[in-house]
């Protein structure tokens, strides 16, 4: 009966342990204030989560009585499919830079700020760094530049960085009111994800400075080497939807055939994902939901279109048509979809440049989850694709010839 008991608790723990990881992989900045409950069942197990990040994918992860960090570093700094997003328009270059600028403002702010305030010491730190010969302009003159600053906003609401004390974010975009903001000094202070100062950086390109900042130390032995392989391999297999074989380098290729095995083992134990291997990569799959971001299909004529436009390029694909296909041909295929689903889709599909709205959503979703790439010839599908199909519905109850 003690050794039954003790079985039903090491699956309990190894099931919380589990839903932990999924937990912080959605959401690698967690906080007390946003979600209690999440953040009680990851602090439960923050020993345990700090060793096996830092084991398997070197990722440093800080846990104290408000605020749980995942310092997720990305295996690479190439993929700009996944923008900050915190409503439907992805963030511009401006609206990343008046983010940079806004936090710096927050480090020197008090623990209460209006969005007003926050908006004239941007303005000022714009004016004094020079932005203007970066191209970065902004004088707070238009609607835009005032919905880009509440889009920051956004972002910094969703992050936990500011909380709403009181007032609206649109009243400022209309100019008739403002906002007030108590500051997280405790999320503010984990945000940034870096091996070292930015200003310690000499490097002149963006590339080269994201890499600065996040690189580990060189290795100096074997053992080293294949770890950084390992830590590599991992945040591939854990952050992205699917890893290519072919995107992989000679040794990650190498280290991959050699430890496929016992790497899909440890990985899929510790989180409850499932492997899903393929000749040309592998994804861990999520039957959850917990641990995905973006998902496919959804609902609404959003989540439609982009179904459909998926299963277009599948039968290409399948069809072994595997080169790009110009983006003006991708719209007229949503132009004649928006004719035939017109009925149930939303208003004003059909209307001049619907169409092209359409389809750079589904093209920006299907590039995010690795099932397509683009590219300046157009939109070449991936193999993963090919997982995609797309049935006509069929109402249950119902028989043949009812």
Known sequence: MTDQLSDVLDVQLSDQRRRAVRLLLRQPLLTSRADRQKFREIRTHAGWLAEWFGREAGWPVQIDHSVARLRKIPASHAD???????????????????ACLALATLERAESQVTLGWLVDRIVRLAREDDLAAAGITFALQTRDERSDLVAVAKLLLEVGVLARVAGDEQAFVNETGDALYDVDRDVLSVLLI????????????????????????????????????????????????????????????????????????????????????????????????EATDLGMPEEGTDGHATLLLADFLAQRLRAGQAGPVPVPSLVQHMAGLAEVHRGHWRKGVTEPGADRALTAQAVHRLTALGLAQETPEGVTPRPALARFGYGEPQLSGTSEGS
């Open 194 to 289: 870096a091996r070292r100062g930015p200003s310690t950086v000499s490097a002149a390109t963006t590339a080269e400075r994201l890499a600065a900042l996040t690189q580990d130390t060189s290795p100096a032995t074997e053992d080293a080497r294949n770890r950084a392989i390992r830590h590599s391999l991992t945040r591939r297999l854990l952050d992205d939807p699917v890893v290519y074989y072919g995107d992989l380098s000679a040794e990650e290729r190498g280290y991959l055939d050699r430890q496929r095995g016992p790497l899909l083992k440890r990985l899929t134990e510790a989180t409850g994902l499932v492997a899903e291997a393929r000749g040309e990569g592998i994804a861990l799959l999520d039957p959850t939901g």
């Open 80 to 98: 700009g499919s996944r923008p900050a997003q915190p409503g439907k328009q992805p963030f511009s270059r401006r609206r990343y830079v008046l």
